[in-house]
C-alpha cells in the first residue's frame, strides 16, 4: 500500500474513536433526562443544591469541550465558569423539556468561539507561537483519546509526531468546521445532538463534518510526510 493511503488511513483512525466512544443508545436515557427535568425544575424554584448537582454531572464534560476548542487549562476553566454562571442567572428561561446539556453547550461553544475570534484579532497569533505559550500541553490532550500501540521508542516518538500534526491541524479549521470536529469525533455527540446545540440543520452538521474531515486529511497528509513511515 501506497504512503498516501497509509497517511489517509491514519487519519481515518481519528473519526472512528468517536464510534468507538458513542454508545449505542445515543444520548442519555429517559430516566436520566427524567431526573434531570426534575432537577432543573427544583433548580428554577431555588434549590441550590439541584443546580450543584448539574453543575457536577457536567462540569468534567464541559472542560472537555472548552479545552478541545482553546487548548488552555486557565481559558477552559474560566469560560467553563462564565458559562454555568450565563446558565444560573438565566435560569427562569430554561425550557425543562429540553436538554441540560444542550442549553450549556450552545452557550460554551459560544463563549469558545467569540474568545478565539478576540484572541486572533488581538494576537494575531500564529500556532507555533500559540504552542510554545501553553507549553504543549493542549496538543497531547485535544488527541489523548487516539488509540495507542506504543511499544518502543521509535514508536512513542511517532505517535507524539502525529498528535502535534493532528493538533496543528486542528487549529487551520475555521470555527464552524473545528467545532463540528471536536464535538463529533473528539466529544462524541451525535449529529442531532449537535444540530440542537448550534441551532442548524444535521445535514449542515454532517456537510460541517465532512469538509472539515477533507481539510484535516489535506493538511496532515503535507504535515506527516516524510515524518512518520504511515
Known sequence: MDQGCNRVNTVSKIHSVAERKRPAAQGASEDRREEERRLMERAKSGDGSAFDEMT?????????VAYQML?????????????????????????TQYRFSTWLYRILINKCINYRKREARRRMYSFSDYGGRNGGAGKQFLVSNLPSSEKNPHEVLENAELKRSIMAALDTLSERHRTVVVLFDLEGLSHRQIAEILQCPEG??????????LKLKRVLSKRLAGYLDL
Open 56 to 64: 457536577r454531572r457536567y462540569s468534567e464534560k464541559a472542560y472537555s
Open 71 to 95: 487548548a488552555s487549562h486557565d481559558d477552559a476553566r474560566d469560560l467553563v465558569q462564565d458559562a454555568f454562571l450565563e446558565v444560573f442567572r438565566t435560569l427562569e428561561r430554561f425550557n
Open 204 to 213: 449542515t452538521v454532517m456537510s460541517r463534518l465532512h469538509h472539515g474531515r
